[in-house]
């Protein structure tokens, strides 16, 4: 089993940023990928960034130049650096663990974007 703390989501004006933060404790494989997806109301979940334990990136083309994923692998900790936040990221943020046994998600975090 792998447990994940969020943190760090809020209310936030237009061009503002916050910054996500997700711990994964508990029987962590090295190889695994960390990430945040987002559901905002009445739309699917959908992938915003990722991070492998190598430290290959993918994001969604709505976020490239705005958000930033990284990792602190010595301490299984994600982070979703996000600026120029916009009305449309408003949603539900979810940390994601996935390894070659399982994935595993978090209890999510909400983050609202005011105009």
């Known amino acids: 089993q792998v447990q994940l703390v969020e943190s760090g989501g809020g209310l936030v004006q237009a061009g503002g940023s916050l910054r996500l933060s997700c711990a994964a404790s508990g029987n962590i494989f090295s190889t695994n990928t960390m990430g945040w997806y987002r559901q905002a109301p009445g739309k699917w979940r959908a992938l915003v960034a990722s991070?492998?334990?190598?430290?290959?990136?993918n994001y969604a083309e709505s976020v490239k130049g705005r958000f930033t994923i990284s990792r602190d692998n010595a301490k299984n900790t994600v982070y979703l650096q996000m600026n120029s936040l916009e009305p449309e990221d408003t949603a539900v943020y979810y940390c994601?663990?996935?390894?070659?046994?399982?994935?595993?998600w978090g209890q999510g975090t909400q983050v609202t974007v005011s105009s």
């Open positions: 991070i492998t334990s190598g430290s290959r990136t």
């Open positions: 994601y663990f996935g390894s070659s046994v399982s994935d595993y």
